[in-house]
DNA sequence: CTTGACTCTATAGTAACTATAGACACTACC
DNA sequence: GGTAGTGTCTATAGTTACTATAGAGTCAAG
């Protein structure tokens, strides 16, 4: 098949399949008299692969790793059960680091006062004096 | 002050006010006679309204809107509240969608089945076939 | 034979910085 | 006065994971 067909059936766009060929994801494909590049079932699995990796959020580098132990499989898996939970931990501080942000947010949003004739808004203070932030320190609210 | 020592006091790198004031989100400052850039109390101050506001998440795009509002303070303050509320409701779709990759990838760490002689690793054929994947039906994880 | 859809390559753009190279300015010390 | 070290300057390129664009070639159908 042809590369849009490829494309029609992982759901990638075709732009996105070369990319992944030119990064070393995709095997280089046979080309067809016209050039076109020609693939076959084990691309669209591999595709299919790549494509449920990045779903899950994983970057290329984490997916090239788990493709080259998808070329040469070894009996101890280890490593991958490692590099999922820590893909995992990686997640969670995420969340956690949004759970906090959304407080200050939270508490932001509080200072507004409404409408008021002569005053400053309250969030731009707070966003100017940091009061906001008090309870927590100087430590960054982010990472 | 030279712009180490502002970026000393805000906590801001060098290169990154250089790049602040070539968006436009900090004036061009003075010069000395060496070509130096020069910069006052007011400079720290805006630097620290940016730093605040990024530390909360915000994009130069929202922060230049902010800072267009600090230069003209209007009386109604409606789409700033509008603006943290936006953020505030982006930063819950985020959360959502990283507690729901979490359960995705927690079921997927759960079909390795440790080291067994000559069987595949589970978590790869999970990544294979989309098991782990199948009680969500076909839409995306992620987003 | 021409129209339209598909494909090709190469290059540049995205966001929000970060890193690098090579030159100039300034201060301290001998 | 010379020089070593630090700070600063500009301009350009690199980062991640693609996306968009330009301009040309290929192929099937009418």
Same mark, same amino acid.
Request: glycine share 8%; net charge positive.
């Given at each position: /098949?042809?590369?849009?067909? *490829?494309?029609?059936? =992982?759901?990638?766009?075709?732009?996105?399949?070369?990319? #992944?060929?030119?990064? &070393?994801?995709?095997?280089?494909?046979?080309?067809?008299?016209?050039? #076109?590049?020609?693939?076959?079932?084990?691309?669209?699995?591999? *595709?299919?692969?790549?494509? $449920?990796?990045? +779903?899950? &959020?994983?970057?290329?580098? +984490?997916? %090239?790793?788990?493709?080259?132990?998808?070329?040469?499989?070894?009996?101890?898996?280890?490593?991958?059960?490692?590099?999922?939970?820590? $893909?995992?931990?990686?997640?969670?501080?995420?969340?956690?680091?949004?759970?906090?942000?959304?407080? $200050?947010?939270? %508490? *932001?949003?509080?200072?507004?006062?409404?409408?008021?004739?002569?005053?400053?808004? &309250?969030? /731009?203070?707070? *966003?100017?004096?940091? =009061?906001?932030?008090? =309870?927590? &320190?100087?430590? =960054?609210?982010?990472?």
């Amino acid at each position: /098949m042809k590369i849009g067909e *490829l494309a029609k059936k =992982s759901g990638c766009k075709v732009v996105t399949i070369r990319y #992944y060929e030119k990064e &070393g994801l995709l095997p280089t494909p046979e080309r067809t008299e016209g050039n #076109y590049r020609l693939y076959g079932p084990k691309d669209l699995e591999r *595709l299919d692969f790549i494509m $449920h990796c990045r +779903e899950h &959020g994983m970057r290329p580098s +984490e997916i %090239r790793k788990l493709l080259l132990f998808r070329d040469t499989p070894q009996r101890d898996c280890t490593w991958v059960a490692n590099l999922v939970d820590a $893909h995992i931990a990686d997640v969670d501080a995420r969340i956690a680091s949004l759970e906090h942000l959304k407080k $200050h947010l939270e %508490r *932001l949003r509080g200072t507004c006062g409404g409408e008021r004739e002569g005053e400053v808004c &309250g969030i /731009m203070r707070s *966003l100017d004096d940091r =009061s906001c932030c008090a =309870s927590c &320190g100087r430590q =960054s609210i982010l990472r």
